[in-house]
């Protein structure tokens, strides 16, 4: 990305007026917006400045995480292989794999972490990335003798964190309940789960993230098994098949590697099609609705050893949530919102796992397996007196909620800006009595909502930003922080462009000079995301 050079700022109130650096800033806006025309959109250019964060890690295509990896991949080329595993990977530094991307991808070109698969976000498309690029290695020039030497010799061994505190060592708490986020005639399936700490002693912060192992259905389990023709009591690995069905391995979607060993135990047109399969190309249409029991229908014929068939599935991931609770308020206690989106699989409606798991069928008083990913980056300020405002639709509202929660709690005095939004006010208001109290106690100073389908167009949380742009403007201007969570692919990039164009029509600034500003919040960290 070319640097851009901004024009000088209009300068309406004096510099010798008596005013501080802030107000003077707020001023100069206000004045200029008053005169301004409406911004303009944002070039392509100036777009992906945006999105990159000005000139922070020029050129580095693995930080929009809302492009098709095709792209991704394609501005990676010519970069070194460890880069370009890096750009494979989905969702930046959500921590699902133990790692953040740059460690990740550096272990595997390192040849310290063998799996492959741990990019929870990026799915079979990563995992098959990630493997053709661990064939190049072997095939890349070999390192300068000078490079050897300084490589160590044998890989430090790995320190194990105390339970709860790394996916590699998870902790058990127990489940407390659940309750419905959504009313009526609502299009969605939001719940509020609670889970009990205090017995294995975790805490944390704000902005922190939960990481929850769940269960396989057992009935799903126990089909699994009959499919293979085995006994569920079968030993593999120490353990029972079912154990190993139930807790250790994923039964959806089915691996690549699963097509592959199925293709070594058949031959013809059935050979054929696995063997296609597993290279990603789907023959019969179906690839995409294929769990691991459906495989097993798919191919009645064949019917793998325990062992072997154990051996060609990927581990069960954790699932991370961001936690919308405040140890600080509830100490011991700790708060999820989790949506539940159906999708159809093997012709049939399902939940994803977690959330079947969540949502379906753990009870009050189960032990489940879970541990604290600590945030990256996506924290209150350290000063407490820093207003902030949080743009959070859906389900983003939860760390969101924890943040209030915390401020509540500790006696912070900065102000507190709320932008929510869903599809409903009727149905999909969130927490809509807690945040209402909050409103009425003066903790939420302001509390700004956008209901997508309550009108005959459609209306977002970007739209209600740019309503209230001036006063937006006026809390950046004393020093606001800006956080924004949810969803990747649209909302973030519009709240963002959003942003801009308030910057622009009333801080008194070009677009170009917008959106370097922007930028420059996000290097001083006054501008976070979590977004997925």
Not at 254 to 263: K, V
Not at 467 to 485: D, F, H, K, M, S
Request: aromatic share 8%; proline share 6%.
């Amino acid at each position: 990305m070319n640097q851009i050079t901004p024009p000088p700022k209009i300068e309406i109130i004096p510099s010798s007026a008596p005013f501080s650096e802030a107000q003077r800033s707020w001023l100069n806006g206000f004045f200029a917006g008053l005169l301004s025309d409406a911004p303009t959109p944002l070039s392509a250019e100036q777009g992906a400045a945006v999105m990159d964060g000005g000139d922070v890690d020029d050129g580095a295509p693995w930080h929009d995480q809302t492009m098709p990896i095709a792209d991704r991949m394609k501005l990676a080329e010519g970069r070194p292989l460890r880069r370009k595993m890096m750009a494979a990977m989905a969702q930046q530094d959500c921590g699902q794999c133990g790692y953040n991307c740059n460690d990740y991808s550096d272990a595997i070109a390192g040849k310290t972490e063998a799996r492959l698969n741990l990019c929870v976000p990026g799915g079979k498309e990563t995992a098959r990335m990630l493997k053709s690029l661990y064939e190049e290695l072997d095939k890349a020039p070999a390192a300068s003798p000078s490079a050897a030497a300084a490589a160590p010799a044998v890989a430090a061994p790995a320190v194990v964190a105390e339970p709860g505190r790394s996916r590699d060592n998870p902790a058990p708490a127990k489940f407390l309940g659940r309750y419905l986020l959504n009313k009526g005639q609502s299009e969605k399936e939001t719940w509020h789960i609670d889970f009990d700490l205090s017995g294995c002693g975790l805490d944390y912060v704000v902005g922190d993230s939960f990481g929850i192992f769940a269960r396989n259905d057992l009935g799903n389990v126990d089909q699994v098994i009959a499919l293979l023709g085995a006994s569920h009591t079968t030993k593999v690995r120490g353990k029972t098949l079912r154990e190993v069905l139930l807790d250790d391995v994923s039964l959806a979607p089915a691996p690549d590697s699963l097509f592959e060993l199925i293709s070594y135990l058949t031959g013809g047109a059935q050979r054929e099609k696995a063997r296609a399969l597993a290279q990603g190309e789907d023959p019969d249409g179906d690839a995409t609705t294929l769990d691991v029991m459906a495989v097993l229908q798919k191919f009645p014929n064949v019917r793998p050893h325990p062992e072997a068939f154990v051996e060609a599935l990927e581990a069960l991931q954790p699932r991370l949530y961001s936690i919308s609770s405040s140890h600080n308020a509830t100490p011991g206690k700790l708060s999820l919102t989790v949506d539940c989106v159906r999708y159809v699989i093997n012709k049939r409606k399902r939940l994803g796992l977690a959330s079947t798991f969540l949502a379906e069928r753990i009870q009050p008083g189960d032990e489940v397996k879970v541990y604290v990913q600590k945030a990256h980056g996506f924290a209150l300020p350290e000063d407490p007196k820093i207003p902030i405002i949080m743009i959070g639709p859906g389900t983003g509202i939860a760390p969101f909620r924890a943040f209030l929660h915390d401020r509540r709690a500790t006696g912070a005095p900065g102000k507190n800006w709320l932008f929510f939004g869903h599809q409903r006010s009727d149905c999909d208001f969130f927490y809509q009595d807690e945040l209402n109290a909050m409103k009425t106690s003066g903790l939420l100073t302001r509390l700004s909502l956008a209901w997508s389908r309550d009108g005959d167009k459609k209306f977002y949380v970007q739209d209600r930003m740019r309503e209230v742009g001036r006063e937006v403007w006026t809390w950046l201007a004393e020093g606001a922080n800006v956080y924004i969570c949810g969803d990747a692919k649209r909302m973030a990039k519009d709240v963002e462009r959003a942003l801009v164009d308030i910057v622009a029509q009333f801080g008194a600034r070009s677009t170009d000079e917008a959106v370097l500003f922007v930028a420059e919040l996000k290097k001083k960290g006054r501008f976070q995301q979590d977004v997925y």
